[in-house]
């Protein structure tokens, strides 16, 4: 590998590693939230739907997610094949 193949994917790495932890973070605030809101309506039906709206936002997220980094890997790498 070239320094800045090196440099790519040390950087894709540290961005997996930060997406991951936001949406750790999203998904336990979001699941604080239902049960905050369940106790307060006592409705586990309304807490269950607003769980399972939030894990579907985040798991678009994760698809947007990954095609851009898919998107941004070719093209640095025909970048890479043009230079290197």
Same mark, same amino acid.
């Given at each position: 590998?070239?320094? $800045?193949?090196?440099?790519? @994917?040390?950087?894709?790495?540290?961005?997996?590693?930060?997406?991951?932890?936001?949406? @750790? $973070?999203?998904?336990?605030?979001?699941?604080?939230?239902?049960?905050?809101?369940?106790?307060?309506?006592?409705?586990?039906?309304?807490?269950?739907?607003?769980?399972?709206? @939030?894990?579907?936002?985040?798991? @678009?997220? $994760?698809?947007?997610?990954? $095609?851009?980094?898919?998107?941004?890997?070719?093209?640095?790498?025909?970048?890479?094949?043009?230079?290197?």
């Amino acid at each position: 590998m070239t320094l $800045l193949e090196d440099l790519v @994917v040390g950087q894709d790495v540290a961005e997996g590693v930060v997406a991951v932890q936001v949406i @750790v $973070l999203i998904v336990v605030v979001a699941i604080h939230g239902a049960v905050e809101i369940a106790v307060a309506v006592q409705d586990v039906l309304l807490a269950v739907l607003l769980a399972v709206a @939030v894990l579907s936002v985040v798991v @678009v997220l $994760l698809v947007v997610a990954v $095609l851009l980094a898919d998107n941004r890997k070719k093209l640095i790498k025909s970048r890479c094949c043009v230079y290197g």
